[in-house]
Structures are given as C-alpha cells and as structure tokens.
C-alpha cells in the first residue's frame, strides 16, 4: 500500500467535502426531512461526490497505470456513480437506476468480471451455463447495491458497515497478494474515514445516492474478483448485513400482503433504534454485527460451501424472528 497515495486520498477527501456542505444548498444537494427520516433539519447530501471524486482525481494524479489497467472497472463504477448524483440532483426512479446498473454490469460482463460459479456442494461445483451468467451477475450487483442503499438511513451507518467489510477484502488481498483488490479497498476505506468525521451523529453531511450507490458497486466487485481466492458462500457472510436486512424486510412486507419494495421503518436500524433511541449505539452495534459476520465469512473462506451454507439459512432464520417488529404488538 502506498501510504503518500492513501494521504492524499484522505485530505482530498476532506478537502470536497468541506467545498460540497459549502455549495450544497447553491447546487440543490441538501436532504429535506420526511416522515421516515430520524433527522429534523434540511441537511448538506451527496457528499459520495467528494469522496469518489477524491479516489479518481488522486489515481489520475498519482497512479494513472492503473486506471488504465482497469478502466473498465472504474468506467462501471463512474457509471453508477453517474446515476446516483442525478439522483441526489433530481430524485430520478429506481427503474432508471437499474438501467445504469444493467450497463455497468455489462461492462463487467464483458471483460469476464462475472459470476461463473455458485461453489462446490458435496463434490459436485455449480458452474453456471454461459447463458445464465450474465443475468445471475447483475441480479446480484442490482439487489446487493440496492441493499446497501437501503441501510444507509442512520448517521454513519451505511459508512461503518462498508469499512468493515472493505477491511475483510483488504485482508484477503493482503493474504493472496491480489494489488488490484488491496488497492481498490484501502482507497474506499480512507475516503470513508475522512467522510465519517462528518457524517458521525449528528451528522454535518449525508453520503446521498452518489455513495451508497458506488460503494454496493465497489463491494459487488471485490466480492466477485474475490471468489478466485475464497469460496463463494464465504463472500455472503463478509457482505451479509445489507443482504439480510433487504430480505428480511421484504418477507416482512409479503407477509403483510404489500409490495416488497414498499419503504417502510422496519429496517434493523429501525428496529435497534426504537429498542434504544440512540443512533451511535444502533450504529455500533450493527457495526459490531457486520464484524461478526466478516470474521465467519474469512474464517470459513476454504471451508465446505454445503456447511456453509447451512451456517448462513441458520444465521438468517435467526435474524428473521430476532428483527421482527411485530413481536411487540403481539405480546
């Protein structure tokens, strides 16, 4: 890692988003409160400008080899990144979301970033027919991205939960010696640090659509390029927290008999929230979850994907009548 390239992404970081909570209001990034928001006030948004922004301007500075090494990487990510500022801008709907993400994993796609197995099952390997790989790998990219985005609605949140799970695909780089993977990671984490000494309660600045959107982008990435190394199933562990929360919710709404893409408050932080009232404590705590869940995934990364998988139906089964907030109401 090179730590001068890892300085400068931090202070640039810093540096954009005291320029973004100084124009925002001028360009119309700020967030107006609504009945599901925990904040009060108008708030500074998309503040994922500055901190992808910092990545790409420093690399283009100081590491344009790499840029060019892996430009279709950065030009599916720029894309994403290109969707969620129009959305911090004018609100746009999900289906155009999609439409960007569909692209931006087609690019992927096409330079053989993909989802080609789902892992070995009692000796036989799932290998995916080449007409299914395309599509399994943008639902995948879609719903994980999409996953991420819905958890960021505390202060913090969204932000602590990627640190964590960079830092575990940051090890397994380190591990296995991958640059692309070490380097992607350690960028995302240090712009993210500089980004939460704002976006910690009560937050100065949200990451808005801009972020959360690159950043289920970026992790999609790392967990695909990171199963040459590790077994499929272990990569659902170190993403697990956005990935059970969006599943757990939508049951929750088809059980309630409405659309599973209806929003609502019954995210875990919503639920944590209520328990406690305190959001750096709701925050923490799903932090400490997420860490819990990483540590599992890289401990059982060469571990049977049958043993594993029945590990994480368990964990979910858990979660799934732990975080239920109907429990209240029924007793």
């Given amino acids: 890692m090179d730590i001068s390239l890892l300085s400068s992404i931090f202070l640039t970081s810093l540096a954009g988003m005291v320029l973004l909570m100084i124009f925002a209001k001028r360009v119309g990034l700020i967030d107006i409160p609504n009945e599901r928001s925990v904040h009060k006030k108008p708030i500074p948004r998309g503040a994922g400008v500055a901190f992808v922004m910092a990545i790409v301007i420093t690399l283009f500075l100081f590491d344009l080899g790499h840029l060019k090494t892996y430009y279709y990487i950065y030009a599916a990510i720029g894309l994403v990144f290109v969707a969620g ?33 789902l892992g070995t099952y009692l000796g036989y390997e799932i290998i995916l027919p080449g007409w299914l790989v395309f599509p399994f790998t943008f639902f995948a990219i879609a719903g994980y991205t999409n996953a991420l985005n819905l958890m960021d609605g505390l202060d913090g949140l969204a932000a602590s939960i990627s640190i964590v799970i960079l830092v575990t695909f940051l090890a397994i780089g380190l591990v296995h010696g991958d640059a692309f993977i070490i380097l992607l990671s350690s960028c995302f984490i240090v712009t993210l640090l500089a980004f939460l000494l704002f976006n910690w309660n009560p937050a100065k600045v ?16 790392l967990g695909i390029q990171s199963t040459q190394y590790i077994t499929p199933i272990s990569i659902l562990f170190i993403v697990a927290l956005p990935v059970l929360d969006t599943f757990i919710v939508m049951i929750r709404r088809m059980q309630r008999h409405i659309s599973p893409f209806h929003a609502d408050k019954n995210h875990m932080h919503h639920f944590l929230f209520n328990v406690k009232g305190d959001i750096r404590y709701t925050v923490i705590i799903l932090a400490m979850m997420q ?24 964990l979910f089964s858990i979660y799934l009548n732990l975080f239920d907030q109907r429990l209240k109401r029924r007793h």
């Fill in 291 to 314: 860490m819990i869940f990483s540590i599992i995934g890289y401990q059982v990364s060469q571990a049977s994907d049958f043993l594993s998988l029945i590990l994480f139906i368990l």
């Fill in 85 to 117: 500022v129009w959305d911090d801008l004018q609100n746009i709907s999900p289906k155009v979301k999609f439409i960007f993400i569909f692209f931006s994993s087609l690019i992927l796609y096409l330079n053989d970033v993909a989802i080609f197995s």
């Fill in 206 to 221: 949200f990451m808005g659509d801009s972020g959360s959107l690159s950043l289920g982008m970026v992790i999609s990435i």
